[in-house]
T-cell receptor, first 117, second 112 residues
Framework: AQKITQTQPGMFVQEKEAVTLDCTYD???????LFWYKQPSSGEMIFLIY??????QNATEGRYSLNFQKARKSANLVISASQLGDSAMYFC??????????????FGSGTQLTVLP | NAGVTQTPKFQVLKTGQSMTLQCAQD?????MYWYRQDPGMGLRLIYY???????DKGEVPNGYNVSRLNKREFSLRLESAAPSQTSVYFC???????????FGEGSRLTVL
């Protein structure tokens, strides 16, 4: 079974609008972390935001926020006030802390976001 | 400010040739990883090293070998390249078991 599912292969948003990128995950661990990365067309992987499973507040980093719904096992990324430079591939990832898997990150298949002027 | 450095950035091989991708990090991280990225499949873990002196298989290890030369360096070797190994390869490092991964810029490998 897929551990990380991103159901939106591509998304479009108008500049200055907000956009939500979906991510659902599957784990039996109680302790885990959820990450979002951005990959622009230049190819590098840029860390955006992190949410721990025990964090009570949703994580925020500038224009990025993570809508964490633990019971639904979802960790959606919200980008507010989209900018042209936000056009990129976005990956959701999970690290399980309590299993014996040595804690590597498992990635979803990504969502290609295009911001329209 | 080097972070994670991978070499080479581009490589073209013929089927059956061998090569080694080099990776070095200067952040004193314990854990290092090799991922491959293919269209529509995200990043998949090939091998990782939780700490110096240890290596373990990830999701897609077949056709690859790794060496954790020291705390800084983690190399990935293709002994007999196959067209299915055409991909973009990323090296990454992290504090052991916690925190985000820091990635290199990627190495684009084409096997003809």
């Amino acid at each position: 079974a897929q551990k990380i599912t991103q159901t939106q292969p591509g998304m479009f948003v108008q500049e200055k609008e907000a956009v939500t990128l979906d991510c659902t995950y599957d784990t039996s661990d109680q302790s885990y972390g959820l990450f979002w990365y951005k990959q622009p067309s230049s190819g590098e992987m840029i860390f955006l935001i992190y949410q721990g499973s025990y964090d009570e507040q949703n994580a925020t980093e500038g224009r990025y926020s993570l809508n964490f719904q633990k019971a639904r096992k979802s960790a959606n990324l919200v980008i507010s006030a989209s900018q042209l430079g936000d056009s990129a591939m976005y990956f959701c990832a999970m690290r399980e802390f309590s299993s014996g898997s040595a804690r590597q990150l498992t990635f979803g298949s990504g969502t290609q976001l295009t911001v329209l002027p | 400010n080097a972070g994670v450095t991978q070499t080479p950035k581009f490589q073209v091989l013929k089927t059956g040739q061998s090569m080694t991708l080099q990776c070095a990090q200067d952040m004193n991280h314990n854990s290092m990883y090799w991922y491959r990225q293919d269209p529509g499949m995200g990043l998949r873990l090939i091998y990782y090293s939780a700490s110096e002196g240890t290596t373990d298989k990830g999701e897609v290890p077949n056709g690859y070998n790794v060496s954790r030369l020291n705390k800084r360096e983690f190399s990935l070797r293709l002994e007999s390249a196959a067209p299915s190994q055409t991909s973009v390869y990323f090296c990454a490092s992290s504090e052991q078991g916690t925190g985000e991964l820091f990635f290199g810029e990627g190495s684009r490998l084409t096997v003809l």
